[in-house]
């Protein structure tokens, strides 16, 4: 279940709330959102997504955030896809997928974006302008210093500071370093015979865990933060996806170990690897930064 498609799920049951009276003030469709913005959950280990839907009722409605909540929250768990709804903060709803809809996500973000010529592992073909996250951007070739001064320019990081490639220093190392990590598990799981499987979640039991979690919830939101919000925003969501990557690579390896041989939880974690490296490539591109797939 994508952002999008959740935001739709989520529309069509304050809309049946609201003709079941449900909603206090609201009579019919006034006082209705036309959409739902869905976000990353502001802490890790709490759900896929974060809604803010009560809040922007509760004027309408003469209610509290939190009555709001309450009157959505069992409407969403009848939804299929929906595994779990926490309130939090007031009002807000953390949605936690099922194992199907997590795989139907995870599929959905391997997709290579339209914005790479070639896909990317491929190489590039020239350096574009960054884009907006609303259209096509021409994928980018690898050429360190121009990646600087661009990241600089974006982010207002130091170019010095920039300049000393080590994940410990650099934030733009740190990104392209995550992408090139990524490809780096594809290529060697297809060295040790076997391949992504989102579905493969469903055998393996929890195979992401919390951090796996967290970086998924990112991972959706990379669209929203690309199209509506300013570059250096859209940098800083990188990063994070990036730390939420190795966070997640630590504790649950997407590759088996000495004498482990290859099960459906590599292939479930594999596919979000995959993803992971699919959403950075395309937000590099976005940035006008070149997004190498080795390091």
Known sequence: MTPAQLSRTVLHAVHRAAADGELGAVRGSTGLPQRVTVESPPRRGSGDYALNVAFALAGPAAMTPHDVARVVQPRLLREDGVDAVEIAGGGFLNVTLDAGARAGLVAELSRPSVALAGGPEHGSESRSRPGNGTG????VQDDPAADIARWSAVTGDAPAVLAVRTAQASALFRVQYAHARARALSRNAGELG???????AGEAGPAYGPSGGALLALLADHRRVSEQSAPARHARHLVAVGEAFFDFHDQH???PRGDEKPGAVHRARLALVEATGT????????LGVSAPAHL
Do not use: I, K, M, N
């Open 253 to 255: 390896p997407p590759l």
């Open 136 to 139: 096509p951007v021409t994928s």
């Open 279 to 286: 959403v950075l490539a395309g937000g590099l591109t976005q």
């Open 194 to 200: 076997f391949r992504a499987d989102p579905e493969a």
